[in-house]
Structure formats: C-alpha cells, structure tokens
C-alpha cells in the first residue's frame, strides 16, 4: 500500500547553485547530504524541508561508477536538468513491487545500492517513480529563518503531470498504484480533463489532459506534450506573502491563465507555479 509522496527529485548539473536559489532566493530551508551521499550512492544531494506538502530533492551526479550517478547523467544527457523522479512510499517496497508488477506496471529489478525500487515511466505516462520504505527521509533543517521578508513558500502541494489518454492515466494512478483519485472532470476555464489524485500523506498528483487548446493553459500543456513527451510538467507550490517573490532576483510572470498565479521559469529546466497561500 502506498502511503505517501515524500518528495520529487530534480536532477541539476550546478549542485551549489540549485542549492542557492532554494536557499537564498525562495527561502526554503535545505539540508545539505552531499558529504555522504557521494560515499554512500555517489550522488551530491539536498533536501528542500518546508513545512507542509512534499520535500523538494536535488540531485547531482558525482561518482561516474554509482548506478544513481549514471541514471542522472543519462536523464542530463537525453532531456537535460530538470523533474527527475517523483517517489513514493510504502511499509515494504519490494512487496509492494511485486504487487505493482502484477498490475502490469513495468517495475524495474532493484538497482545496486538504492533504497527502493523504480517504476519505468513508459507504464506510468513519462515518469520515474521510485518506491521507497516509509519515513526514508528523517532529517529536518534547524536553522530558523531570520528573513523578515521571505514568501514563506511551502513543500510541493501538488505536481501537475500532462497526459495525451487522461482515462488511461487515472487507471495507472488510481487502480495500478491503489491511490484515491477523483473521477476526470472537464476544467473548462483551463481548457483540460483533469483528476486529482490524493496519496496519503504528502502533496497531490494532478493529471490533466488537453480538451480546449484555445485556452493559455491547455496550449502550455499542448506545446510540453509535443512529441509526445508525458510527464511532470510543473510543481505548484503555496506562498504566504507571494508580492515578497517580486524583489528576489526571480524569473517571475503572472502566469497566463490566472492573474492569483505567478511562475518562476527556473536555470535548472523547473516551471515552479506559485499560488496564494
């Protein structure tokens, strides 16, 4: 059973960087695992830790002989930096494998050195999830924030992810992956079908396919699926002083479907959708 999103992994080349502009620009607390992590996978990460919805993950590649390292140097060479992996949890991830791959998703053998197992993201429309044991990240930031004038933004309260067969999608996310998921409803202001589907504990999933290109949002979703390239297209996250993002050296728009939603295109390939706490 799987009982929550825990976080969603970007993969970027300038690990300090990524770290900065969570750190100093969005002011979000990060812990930094990079000394040992590229001991123990081979990888450089970082945990973004706000409170409430899912955790933000940086990941960089570090040891060119680590398994994790050569998966993200594969995904940097093919798509660039950019949403890697979404993960879940479950009690027993090698259970619930098993599970998952009589329901006819394409799950992976359990790849040297990881803690969990990957889902391929040709069964899951274009995105890597990564079925880890519950509570896989126990740490948190002790630092207190002395920025007065931070946004106060929140974990991920849910990730957007774009599909050409929105029916099929919500069987693979409602009754493959046994998570509660709404019936699709049509967003006729948004100009897509969407459901919303609701694990446990973490953020939400959003599916959302194109009924109405006309609409500035289902073009957006049109011109990412072009080539017919699914998968997470954005994070939504909560802001409690959202006019704060304006003075912070940030790549902000209004964004072209609500005038309540600014986004912030992102150097490492990451629309982030920022709404009003």
Do not use: W
């Not at 090698?94 to 329901?103: G, P």
Request: charge should be negative; proline fraction near 6%.
């Amino acid at each position: 059973m799987i009982t929550g999103m825990p976080r969603i992994a970007i993969a970027v080349n300038d690990f300090p960087k990524a770290i900065d502009f969570f750190k100093e620009k969005l002011g979000m607390p990060v812990v930094d695992m990079s000394a040992g992590s590229v001991d123990s996978l081979g990888a450089k990460l970082a945990m973004c830790v706000p409170e409430n919805g899912s955790n933000i993950e940086l990941m960089s590649p570090a040891d060119p002989d680590a398994p994790l390292s050569q998966s993200l140097d594969r995904f940097l060479d093919r798509r660039g930096e950019g949403l890697f992996a979404l993960m879940l949890e479950a009690p027993d991830p090698n259970a619930e494998a098993e599970d998952l791959l009589q329901r006819g998703l394409n799950v992976l053998p359990l790849m040297a050195g990881a803690g969990g197992r990957d889902i391929h993201p040709n069964s899951t429309h274009g995105v890597l999830i990564r079925v880890y044991p519950v509570n896989s990240f126990q740490g948190s930031n002790q630092e207190s924030s002395s920025d007065a004038d931070s946004p106060g933004i929140s974990g991920i309260d849910r990730v957007i992810i774009a599909v050409e067969d929105i029916d099929h999608a919500v069987a693979v996310y409602g009754d493959k992956l046994a998570m509660d998921i709404s019936t699709a409803q049509v967003d006729s202001e948004r100009g897509v079908k969407s459901a919303l589907c609701s694990p446990p504990s973490g953020g939400q999933i959003e599916l959302v396919a194109v009924i109405d290109q006309t609409r500035p949002f289902a073009q957006s979703i049109a011109e990412f699926l072009e080539g017919g390239r699914e998968g997470m297209y954005t994070l939504v996250l909560k802001s409690a002083r959202p006019e704060a993002l304006a003075s912070r050296e940030l790549d902000v728009r209004a964004s072209s479907d609500s005038s309540e939603i600014q986004e912030i295109h992102t150097d490492f390939g990451v629309l982030l959708r920022i709404e009003q706490d």
